[in-house]
């Protein structure tokens, strides 16, 4: 029997072992679907605090109920966690889930990959199936992960010794209507073997695969999807910058636009783009196409603008306190919100962030409250939220209004507000 053959079989029987590097926001909730498909997983990351909590049977991805993790800890030990690589010696198959950030020039930094990939190749044997998740520019999968596993391994044919393929997180943190299990995922193998394997690999645990021709296609696939938003976004805020000019409500056009039943999607302003892919992964794609003398320009124009509202809602700030008569230095101002999205923790790339930093720049005492978020660090400042926020709507000169988090009484906000600047025009 061909290693084809035995690992479609290993994997349909669920008798398969696999691991998972990465058990983050991507990482752990794949861990846990894999194990309840009945997968013994194993999920490796270097943060000794998280591979602890999980040992526990403690979840800290909100996605993640800890009882739903403690579930996959039967005393078959269908889901355990490590630091240690070498347990892929005895993986049938690995997912990567590492995270893809910026490098501070802006530039892709795939070096969290690079090293899982390194690992990977030292332990790899013949049979293994190998899939990168994490998000990342068009030719990784071929050029980074097979150039360094043919390296270590010369004379095994990918596709005949090992398989390797590509597969898109999508992922959207708070989310329970479209899960890790429900929602559709792009796949594509660097062979036709390879799909095969892959998909038989990720079918006992998502519902929906979408097969595409090759790697490269299923990483350019994820790049637009986040690039489409990003654009849109960014006209969306361009329209409240045009219509700031002229005198107009920008959400009163966007609701009047909405109602036409074909050829329109509405997207809304807000203070800019947060989370683990909008902010980042168009710029992927423009720095490759930068490498082929191409400028993608639709990229570049809608990160300027997007990067650019913190610094519009900051004036909007200040000019509301200068009509009351009063300067943004020593002012008190209360910002509502400091995760990027509504009703999550998670902090990444959040504009509330920059908004915090650019008003303390300017000399505001600046408090904030967030229900999901009690206190955070970030680029040198240490800030823990108002407990009382009745209490600090009433002390504060001006209050941001940064996520809408459904935890709020936003008329009773109105209500306690002196001035109230609203980055995401909340109707209700």
């Known amino acids: 029997m061909s290693y084809q053959s035995e690992a479609i079989e290993r994997f349909s029987r669920r008798n398969a072992h696999v691991a998972v590097i990465g058990l983050g926001y991507v990482g752990l909730p794949l861990a846990v679907s894999f194990a309840q498909a009945g997968y013994r997983v194993t999920g490796i990351d270097l943060d000794e605090r998280k591979v602890e909590r999980i040992e526990r049977g403690e979840s800290y991805i909100e996605d993640v109920p800890s009882t739903a993790l403690a579930a996959c800890q039967t005393p078959e030990r269908r889901l355990a966690a490590t630091t240690d690589f070498s347990v892929l010696a005895t993986c049938d198959a690995v997912s990567i889930c590492v995270p893809t950030p910026l490098s501070k020039t802006g530039d892709p930094d795939v070096s969290y990959i690079a090293s899982a990939v390194e690992q990977i190749a030292r332990y790899l044997h013949a049979g293994m199936t190998v899939v990168l998740e994490s998000t990342t520019y068009p030719g990784t999968t071929r050029d980074l992960l097979l150039t360094k596993l043919a390296e270590n391994h010369q004379g095994w044919r990918v596709g005949e010794a090992f398989f390797l393929a590509f597969s898109p997180e999508r992922v959207d943190p708070g989310r329970v209507d479209w899960t890790t299990r429900n929602t559709p995922k792009v796949l594509g193998g660097v062979t036709p073997a390879c799909f095969q394997v892959a998909s038989a690999y990720y079918s006992a645990a998502i519902e929906t695969l979408v097969p595409v021709s090759s790697p490269e296609a299923a990483e350019m696939t994820k790049l637009f999807e986040n690039t489409f938003r990003s654009v849109n976004i960014g006209l969306a805020n361009e329209l409240l910058l045009m219509c700031d000019k002229l005198g107009l409500d920008a959400w ?177």
């Open 252 to 428: 009163e056009i966007l609701e009047a636009a909405a109602t036409k039943p074909f050829g329109f999607m509405k997207f809304t302003p807000g203070p800019g783009l947060g989370g683990h892919c909008i902010p980042i992964d168009p710029l992927y794609l423009s720095w490759k196409m930068r490498t082929l003398a191409y400028t993608a320009r639709f990229i570049e124009l809608a990160s300027e603008i997007n990067t650019g509202m913190p610094r519009y809602w900051v004036q909007k700030v200040q000019d509301a306190l200068n009509d009351a008569g009063k300067a943004v230095k020593g002012s008190q101002i209360l910002v509502l919100g400091v995760a990027y999205k509504k009703n999550v923790s998670d902090l990444r790339e959040s504009p509330s962030l920059d908004i915090l930093h650019l008003l303390e720049a300017k000399g505001a005492r600046v408090d904030y409250h967030d229900p999901h978020v009690p206190a955070f660090q970030h680029e040198g400042m240490e800030k823990v939220g108002v407990s009382d926020l009745e209490g600090a709507l009433v002390r504060a000169d001006c209050v941001v209004v940064a996520t809408d988090h459904d935890a709020y009484d936003w008329g009773g906000v109105r209500r306690a507000a002196r001035l109230l600047v609203d980055t995401r025009h909340v109707a209700r």
